[in-house]
Structure formats: structure tokens, C-alpha cells
């Protein structure tokens, strides 16, 4: 049987880039998107015009090559690139234009602003094509690892520890040295002091650190991308991450608005789901979230903003053979709103003094209320309510 047969690539062809690109190509919509625009109007920065010299990219080049790669899930300028010189579609974008990766990295780093509101503008143009039905819009968040290291994540516990150590390993090598002056026939100790004046310089840069973190005013600071921050990942599982949080409405899973932070879920409902607002310039629509945004401060900034929330109710807790049973869960106490009140399942009342406490973590911060009744003391269940052994 005869095989198929190629064509010979000494074979002289007239053809050009137009030929090769079908009419319903993605890159057809992205030329014209990009040539309609003012990016003058949206902030981004032009290269300076001269007279001698190389002349230089016009933005909209590098707008065109980053709109192609966020179509297509290419992040790394590098690669974006290589693409000018191997990919089709993109030689018929910038007519056969091909900026090295330095300068397309350039245009991203130096228009964070202008492209947001060409987001909010394309956002825009969706709604404009009855592409976006502003009634309904999920929201979620996914972690991105950060390139700063755990060793180069710390916080006051970390740094103290390691102070601690300094200090501890300087006394070791001064009691070293002080014993072997005490001695008649004194061994030669080597590198004590170097030993000791590089803990110096140690103990000088943990507390340069610990001046920063004070200053900086959060619970933790990053050396590498200063801007990460420990999050937990799946389980217990902890990396030092971004938060990349995204809102996608419900008509046609098109995303409305989204934007990058360095906190878990539990504190970011209130900001991606106002974005997504605003983008859409709309009065209100609903917002669905799993429990990793339940909430409460953030539920009622929501409801502020005409924003109707649907979150997934969180486990109130595990059974244990010495603690709390599924039938004493937060959620079987009553609340009255009137009074400020809580009514067990043994019908006690539980009071408040109203004194607002605030918890604290590495990954998370709230504020909450404590309600008590001296009656916990000789009720009969306490062991199936609390594994507190006094109240």
C-alpha cells in the first residue's frame, strides 16, 4: 500500500500569513479588540519617540503578544518569545514582529493599572454582548506559589527562636573559652572567634528582621517576594503562596473580575465580590462561595454593598470520645438577637459581658464574643459539650 505523501520542502510556494489564519481565528478578535482601543486613555506608557537610533516597539505589539498568552496559558515571557518565532498565529498578529522577552516582560511590569482597566474594559464590552447575565457569579480562589522559600518566610515566634539559638551557641563558645583558660596546659581551640563574630552578624540580621516585621505591621514577612505570605494549601499543608481570587458569572463562565492577595479565603469574599460589582456596574446579583468564606464580617460588608451572599455552611466540629458531640454544636445553641443571648440544648441562657475578643494567627484574624453560664458547672452532660475540665 502506497503511503501519503508530503510536500517537498524545496517546493517554491506563494502564499502569505493572511492565507494561513482561518476567519474565525482568535487572533482575528484580539487585532481588532487592541486596534479600537485608546491606550493612551487607559494609562499605558508610551516608548519615547527619537530621531537617531533604534526605533523602538509600539505598545500595542506587547499588548496583542499578552492578550494572546493569557488566551492560550502562556505566562513566562520567555516563552511568549519563542512563539514569535515559531507560532503562526502570532507572526499574522505582529506582522512578523518578534521583541525579545526582556521587553515584553517591561510592558507587564510597568502597566500593573492600565491593565486592569483593560480588563474592566473588556468586562465592559462582554456585558455590552449580552455575553454576562449579572444575576449570579461564583467566586474561589486558588493558591500560587510563591518563589520565596520557607526558610525566607518568618514571623516573631521564628525569629525569636532563632535569637535564642544565637544566644545559646555564643554562651557555648564563650564557656569553651573561659574553661580552656582555666586549664595549665591550655589545647589549641580553633575558630572559636570566627564561630562567634559570625554569630554576631547573625543575630544583627534577625533583629534588622524583626525591626521590619514591627514596622511592616503584619504577622509575617517574606525576604524573597515580600509580598507572600504563608497559606494553607489543602489539609494542613502550609506554603508560602499567593491567593489568586477569581469571580465568573454564571451565563456563559466568563470570568468579571479578579485580582491576587496574600491571605486565606476566610478574609477576601467582601473585596472580589465588590470588584466584580463594580466592573459590571450593576445594583446587586448573588454570590456563591464555599465555606472557606463563611464569614460573618465579611457576609455583612456584602450585604452593605447590595450583595446577596450563598455560602456553604462550615463543620461545626468532629465527634471525640472526650469532647464536643454532634447534638452540642454551636449551631443547636439559640440565639436571641433581643437580648444578646444564647439558649443551650438543656435550655440554660448563656450571657455575654460584651467585651469583644480578637484572635490572632499567622493565617487569620477575627474578633469574637464570649458567652457563659456558671449552671456548665453542675450540668449533667457537660462531658458531651465541652472537653473543658472548668468553665
Not at 46 to 74: A, D
Not at 267 to 292: F, H, Q, R, W
Request: aromatic share 8%.
Amino acid at each position: 500500500m502506497q503511503h501519503i505523501l508530503g510536500i517537498s520542502r524545496h517546493q517554491m510556494r506563494i502564499s502569505s500569513l493572511e492565507d494561513a489564519i482561518s476567519p474565525d481565528n482568535q487572533v482575528r478578535f484580539i487585532d481588532a479588540f487592541v486596534s479600537f482601543i485608546d491606550l493612551s486613555k487607559l494609562g499605558f506608557s508610551f516608548p519615547t519617540l527619537k530621531k537617531e537610533g533604534r526605533p523602538s516597539y509600539n505598545s500595542q505589539v506587547f499588548l496583542k503578544i499578552y492578550l494572546y498568552g493569557y488566551l492560550n496559558g502562556i505566562r513566562s515571557s520567555r516563552k511568549l518569545e519563542k512563539e514569535c518565532f515559531r507560532n503562526i498565529e502570532m507572526q499574522w498578529l505582529l506582522e512578523d514582529i518578534r521583541p525579545n522577552y526582556h521587553s515584553i516582560s517591561d510592558f507587564r511590569k510597568n502597566n500593573p493599572v492600565a491593565l486592569k482597566g483593560l480588563f474592566k474594559l473588556f468586562v465592559s464590552f462582554l456585558k455590552d454582548a449580552d455575553l454576562i447575565g449579572c444575576e449570579t457569579i461564583a467566586i474561589d480562589g486558588t493558591k500560587s506559589r510563591a518563589h520565596n522559600s520557607k526558610k525566607a518566610n518568618f514571623n516573631q515566634k521564628k525569629i525569636d527562636q532563632h535569637l535564642e539559638y544565637i544566644e545559646t551557641k555564643t554562651q557555648e563558645y564563650l564557656d569553651a573559652l573561659e574553661e580552656n583558660d582555666a586549664k595549665e596546659n591550655q589545647p589549641k581551640i580553633k575558630n572559636i572567634q570566627q564561630k562567634i563574630e559570625r554569630l554576631k552578624q547573625n543575630k544583627l540580621r534577625y533583629e534588622l528582621l524583626e525591626e521590619k516585621l514591627k514596622a511592616s505591621g503584619e504577622p509575617q514577612i517574606s525576604i524573597t517576594d515580600s509580598d507572600s505570605r504563608a497559606l494553607l494549601v489543602q489539609g494542613q499543608v502550609v506554603e508560602i503562596s499567593f491567593n489568586i481570587q477569581a469571580a465568573v458569572d454564571a451565563k456563559h463562565n466568563l470570568v468579571v473580575a479578579t485580582h491576587t492577595i496574600n491571605r486565606n479565603d476566610r478574609n477576601a469574599l467582601s473585596g472580589i465580590a465588590i470588584e466584580a460589582k463594580e466592573n459590571l456596574e450593576i445594583e446587586t446579583y448573588t454570590a456563591l462561595v464555599d465555606k472557606g468564606y463563611h464569614n460573618g464580617k465579611q457576609i455583612e460588608i456584602c450585604k452593605q454593598a447590595k450583595i446577596i451572599t450563598i455560602v456553604a455552611q462550615p463543620e461545626q466540629g468532629k465527634n471525640k470520645e472526650n469532647g464536643t458531640t454532634k447534638d452540642y454544636f454551636v449551631s443547636k445553641f439559640q440565639y436571641n438577637q433581643t437580648t444578646d443571648t444564647y439558649t443551650c440544648p438543656q435550655g440554660e441562657t448563656l450571657k455575654t459581658t460584651g467585651h469583644w475578643h480578637k484572635k490572632t494567627t499567622d493565617r487569620d484574624s477575627y474578633e469574637f464574643k464570649r458567652y457563659r453560664t456558671p449552671k456548665c458547672r453542675e450540668c449533667p452532660v457537660k462531658h458531651l459539650c465541652t472537653s473543658r475540665s472548668s468553665i
